[in-house]
């Protein structure tokens, strides 16, 4: 088991009330519902991270960036990450499956609506009763 906690980040995009979410493959979480995100490389900050993996993974331009919460999660396979979600705004793009081999594809969802099962860090979220519309 891992000592000591990785940074991941979550971004929570957010497009008049609805968020978007993909289908995780091919690594931890496989086949759960999650944010766009990753892991913060060094050198780079939160913000920069968030904006980075939303135009990797889903093609799209964020603004008006905020923090949102954070988790601690402990995976079945014993990886350590803290992730800290941040709240966005799309600026422009559509969605677009921009790493097939990781992501099953994009949607918009109602934030009560986002499918189970979720990837761990976002379940904890929903434990926090974190609502990013209240």
Known sequence: ??????????VIVAKGGMVLAG???NSHGQ??????GGRLE???TVFECAKREAMEEAGVKINNLRNAAFTEDVFEDGKKYVT???LSDLESGEPKNLEPEKCGGWQWFNWSEIPQPRFLP????FEQEFNPFK
């Open 1 to 10: 088991m891992e000592s000591f906690p990785k940074v991941g980040v979550g």
């Open 23 to 25: 289908m995780r493959k």
């Open 31 to 36: 086949g759960t519902w999650a944010f766009p």
């Open 42 to 44: 060094e050198g780079e």
């Open 84 to 86: 800290l979600f941040v």
């Open 122 to 125: 976002l379940r904890h979220l």
